[in-house]
């Protein structure tokens, strides 16, 4: 079982709609992250928080909005999306800091359909 | 800038054969750390070694064993009597500070019964 759980596992929305990502961690890492994977691509960055402050945005349309509200949570809100933001999205998270950095631990992943 | 390339684009082996995936990578720092991923059709993407710059180690485990060679800037992978479990898309990446982490574009093992 992944400690990274993420929902909802697939997710169906149309361009006008609004919707929220869920990512959460009990393992105590105070780095998380969001990766959108295309088929057949490599995981692409899209944002890292650090002890809950956003510290990387690759670019990414505002209509993608990252939140961390505490440690353990992060969510990505989405709106007014195009049929080409379809993806795997990824949450990850990482130990950071004390010399002791671990690997990403990625979650299951939702897999997003833009109608 | 780093870069991590795996130039096999999907690779095909008979069940029992063994097989290497190569990755090479890029980067003028001199602390680094590289991993390798597994991600089944499932899509998790599975965590499967990490080895820091500073340790040429080679590694084995089970099944797996790892060759790091600076020298060539390469860290490959070798999974020795293959079994159609390890069917997957593998990806190499690089990181050198845990925030940004530098994926290659993966290879696809097809694990033939």
């Known amino acids: 079982d992944t400690e990274v759980t993420q929902t909802p596992k697939h997710l169906v929305m149309g361009m006008t709609n609004k919707k929220s990502l869920k990512c959460e961690q009990h393992m105590g890492h105070r780095a998380m992250y969001w990766y959108k994977q295309k088929a057949k691509k490599p995981p692409e960055l899209m944002f890292v928080?650090?002890?809950?402050?956003?510290?990387i945005n690759e670019s990414v349309p505002s209509r993608f909005s990252p939140e961390c509200p505490n440690s353990s949570l992060l969510n990505l809100h989405l709106h007014a999306l195009q049929p080409e933001d379809s993806a795997l999205y990824l949450c990850a998270s990482s130990r950071i800091g004390q010399g002791d950095n671990s690997p990403l631990h990625f979650g299951n992943g939702t897999r997003l359909t833009v109608t | 800038a780093q870069k991590v390339t795996q130039a096999q684009t999907e690779i095909s082996v008979v069940e029992k054969e063994d097989v290497t995936l190569d990755c090479v990578y890029e980067t003028r720092d001199t602390t680094y750390y590289l991993f390798w991923y597994k991600q089944p059709p499932s899509g998790e993407l599975v965590f499967l070694i990490r080895r820091n710059s500073f340790d040429e180690q080679n590694e084995i485990s089970g099944r797996y064993s790892w060759n790091f060679q600076k020298s060539t800037s390469s860290f490959n992978f070798t999974i020795t009597a293959s079994q159609v479990v390890d069917s997957a898309v593998y990806f190499c990446?690089?990181?050198?500070?845990?925030?940004?982490?530098?994926f290659g574009s993966g290879t696809k093992l097809n694990v033939k019964p």
């Open positions: 990446a690089l990181t050198l500070n845990f925030n940004k982490f530098y």
């Open positions: 928080y650090s002890y809950e402050k956003l510290s």
